[in-house]
């Protein structure tokens, strides 16, 4: 008999609420969202920014929810708690008090859900895994994915993300990970933080929650290594491991090639050399594998293991993923990296783009504003022009007015288009592109590019 993910017994125990349930009623998922219900699904009406959830507490029921977790308001199948996010907290302690699984988190300025997936892939192929979806890595979002984690999970993977100092040291003391990764410290949240150094202290929060004896996992390739080394020390953090291109890491990463779709590259540690092979291009996706390759050491998984299973890892939706619509002898190469954007990830996904051929037609880039860079938006925007121009793209299409830095770095008459809003843009870049081109769209989330994507994906999947 499959054990059950909770009893309503359990949620009144963990969390002090107060129902007309029966004590013995199964909970075996919980949701946030009343349209997207599990099975013997537990509701939670939290306020957001745009909606409270018990406005839709009713529905949630309808919709077959078993119960619902709720700060005002009366009515059968409820439980009454002093505050319904609060109350998901509660649940999360309880779910990772009685784990025995070991526990990864995951923060960092890029990659972070690459990374995350990464581990998940690893540790999928040693035992049963549980893992942070989508990027659930807020203040709703780490309770949430925790509180889902069943008992019998044996590994677990949770991202972290921040937009202002002091986000991830809750987080993190609610997941309590024995492996802290950071991936790397880059301009994004600039203007909540004042200098990269601020970012890299925000980030080392994580290691606030770390288990006694943890370790911590460090990208070493960024100006900040030295302080997250200074706030592992200070945290008391017993050991720190190193991943990246630079000399003296643990886990080294020598050797990259990118062939067609993939990547190659040798990983040395402790005088071994092991041969990683992924099913995407990219140095920033070797580095994110890496951080796979050591977390899965550190957790006693087979290096063997670890990298066949990274051999079928590819590239996320918004982060990278490929796509080739319409006629196969001369189709539109789409790469949708319209979930983040912030300059690492930019020179990333711009060097990757350049050793992609058209086939065919021309390359084409849609790139939107890096939001949240405070005072150095503008210089930062224009920094990318140097990439830009290295990738080959004959086509540059800009959205959002920060990217007017971009625009005036390239100079007159390399800007094809240039729009404040996304939905403006859809249409400019429907009425140009063709089969037999290239094109990569990439900026912040709340540009909206996913949209022109998805519009992309429309016109041309079909012959």
Request: aromatic content about 4%; glycine content about 12%; overall charge negative.
């Amino acid at each position: 008999m499959t054990q059950p993910l909770y009893t309503i017994a359990d949620i009144l125990s963990a969390t002090g609420g107060t129902t007309d349930l029966a004590a013995d009623t199964t909970i075996n998922s919980i949701s946030i969202d009343s349209r997207d219900l599990g099975p013997d699904a537990l509701f939670v009406a939290i306020k957001g920014d745009r909606f409270d959830g018990h406005d839709f507490v009713d529905k949630a029921l309808e919709n077959g929810a078993a119960a619902a977790l709720v700060h005002k308001g009366e009515g059968p199948g409820r439980i009454h708690v002093a505050d319904a996010l609060g109350g998901l907290r509660d649940i999360a302690r309880a779910a990772r008090a009685r784990s025995r699984a070991i526990v990864v988190g995951v923060t960092g300025s890029v990659g972070k859900t690459t990374t995350k997936e990464a581990i998940r892939v690893v540790f999928e192929a040693a035992g049963e895994t549980h893992a942070s979806i989508k990027s659930f890595n807020n203040h709703w979002g780490v309770p949430l994915m925790l509180a889902r984690f069943p008992e019998q999970a044996e590994f677990g993977v949770f991202e972290m993300g921040m937009s202002a100092p002091d986000e991830i040291r809750p987080l993190a003391q609610l997941v309590r990970p024995h492996i802290a990764v950071i991936t790397t410290i880059a301009p994004a949240h600039l203007e909540a933080f004042g200098s990269l150094d601020g970012i890299a202290r925000a980030k080392a929060e994580i290691f606030a929650g770390l288990e006694p004896g943890g370790t911590a996992v460090l990208n070493a390739d960024h100006a900040q290594i030295g302080v997250l080394l200074d706030e592992a020390n200070a945290a008391g953090v017993g050991r720190v491991v190193t991943y990246g291109e630079a000399r003296g890491t643990d886990w080294q990463i020598v050797d990259i090639q990118a062939i067609g779709e993939r990547s190659f590259a040798i990983i040395e540690h402790e005088g071994e050399r092991h041969a990683l092979v992924l099913n995407v291009p990219g140095r920033h996706m070797v580095a994110n594998a890496t951080a796979a390759l050591a977390v899965a050491h550190i957790a006693g998984v087979e290096p063997a293991v670890a990298l066949r299973a990274l051999a079928g890892f590819g590239a996320q939706p918004g982060r990278g993923m490929r796509s080739r619509l319409g006629p196969e002898e001369r189709p539109l190469l789409l790469t949708d990296e319209s979930y983040n954007a912030n300059t690492a990830s930019m020179n990333a996904a711009l060097e990757v783009f350049g050793g992609q051929a058209a086939p065919g037609g021309r390359k084409v880039v849609i790139l939107g504003d890096m939001l949240e860079l405070g005072p150095q938006s503008a210089s930062l925007h224009a920094s990318l022009a140097p990439a830009v121009n290295a990738s080959g793209a004959e086509r540059v299409y800009l959205v959002g007015p920060a990217m007017a830095g971009l625009a005036e770095a390239l100079g007159a008459g390399r800007v094809a288009a240039h729009t404040q809003t996304a939905a403006e843009m859809a249409e400019i870049v429907l009425n140009d592109l063709a089969y037999g081109d290239a094109v990569m769209v990439k900026g912040s989330n709340g540009v909206g590019l996913a949209g022109v994507v998805e519009k992309i994906r429309q016109r041309f999947e079909s012959n």
